[in-house]
């Protein structure tokens, strides 16, 4: 099993930033994709971004060039930073990580950006 915890959600203006955490634990090892993905109210959730272990990634067209995924091996963490930030960037955001056939998913956090 592997256990997701995110935070570094919020409040925040347009134009402003935030940066997510996703820690992960348990059985991470064989982890070979992690990713951030958003559920705005009454909507599906949707990808926002991916990581590979190799350290490539993969940006929905919405957020390229506004949000950046990254990962700290020896903290078992991935990142969302967050710049330039919409009111249609609110929503819940999720943590994703896949091994195989396995998908586990955090909690989620909140960020809300005002006009």
């Known amino acids: 099993q592997v256990q997701l915890v995110e935070s570094g959600g919020g409040l925040v203006q347009a134009g402003g930033s935030l940066r997510l955490s996703c820690a992960a634990s348990?059985?991470?090892?064989?982890?070979?994709?992690m990713g951030w993905y958003r559920q705005a109210p009454g909507k599906q959730r949707t990808l926002v971004a991916t990581?590979?272990?190799?350290?490539?990634?993969n940006y929905a067209d919405s957020v390229k060039g506004r949000f950046t995924i990254s990962r700290d091996n020896a903290k078992n963490t991935v990142y969302l930073q967050m710049n330039s930030l919409k009111p249609e960037d609110t929503a819940v955001y999720y943590c994703?990580?896949?091994?195989?056939?396995?998908?586990?998913w955090g909690q989620g956090t909140q960020v809300t950006v005002s006009s």
């Open positions: 994703n990580a896949l091994r195989g056939a396995g998908s586990w």
């Open positions: 348990g059985t991470i090892f064989g982890i070979n994709l």
């Open positions: 990581i590979r272990t190799g350290g490539s990634t």
